[in-house]
Structure formats: C-alpha cells, structure tokens
C-alpha cells in the first residue's frame, strides 16, 4: 500500500534513468555515425572505427 506520491516518485525517477540511458544511446549512436561516415572502407589493416571505438587515434 504505497500513497500516490510515492507511486509518482518513483515513476519520475524510472523516467529519469530512462532518459539518461537515452541520451547515453544517443551519443554512442552519434559517434559511431560519425566514424563510419569517415572511414574508407578499404584493404588497409589499420581501421579508424576500431581506433575510435577503442579510444585511440583521433577521426575528425
């Protein structure tokens, strides 16, 4: 037996971390838009989405 407030609380604080979660999806989405986008697609053994994904090398 929980008051509607609680009840409400608790919904806003789900929505909050669904929000947050979101956003997180969001950027990562972004990123790997943003190295695709850049990459050649070719035969070279170094790969530029890897590189970013890992945190190495810099794609702009």
Do not use: F, W, Y
Request: net charge negative; with cysteine.
């Amino acid at each position: 037996e929980r008051e509607s407030a609680d009840v409400k609380a608790i919904a806003e604080a789900k929505l909050a971390e669904i929000d947050r979660k979101l956003a997180e999806l969001a950027g990562l989405r972004d990123m790997l838009r943003h190295l695709a986008d850049h990459c050649n697609g070719d035969d070279r053994p170094d790969c530029p989405i890897i590189d970013g994904l890992a945190g190495h090398g810099t794609v702009q």
